[in-house]
């Protein structure tokens, strides 16, 4: 289970997610430990979540994330989100009115301007 996600600190309160297979319910479990434990420790972080490609998204654990990432929307400043799934871009545009987090999604081409973005 612990393979499927890589994390990684850009600084303090930058927190960044490689997810290397398909996202399912055990994927989102991981994540979303991982985001709350460095949201206990800073209290506003900035995310940096790279999807990687051939990837796809269950849709049962999708809506656990998006309700994960509303019921925790005061400790989220920045979201960046490196994806080649299109329709997800589409959803986080959604979820971006609903959100005070400036959330911005790339594609893998633009990977560093993301990283350089969230780095802000």
């Keep these: 289970m612990y393979d499927r996600v890589s994390f990684f600190e850009l600084s303090d309160h ?7 297979s398909d996202i399912n319910e055990h994927t989102v479990a991981e994540m979303h430990r ?11 972080i900035n995310l940096f979540i790279e999807i990687e490609k051939g990837a796809k ?3 049962k654990p999708l809506f656990k994330d998006l309700k994960f990432k509303f019921n925790n929307a005061e400790h989220l400043k920045k979201m960046a989100v490196v994806t080649e799934l299109y329709w997800f871009s ?21 990977r560093l301007e993301a990283l350089n973005w969230i780095a802000e």
């Design 34 to 44: 991982q985001i709350r434990e460095k949201i206990d420790e800073y209290d506003k």
């Design 14 to 20: 930058v927190v960044g997610l490689i997810i290397k």
């Design 90 to 110: 589409n959803v986080l545009n959604i979820k971006d009115l609903m959100m005070e987090a400036d959330i911005r999604t790339f594609e893998h081409e633009n």
């Design 57 to 59: 998204i269950e849709l």
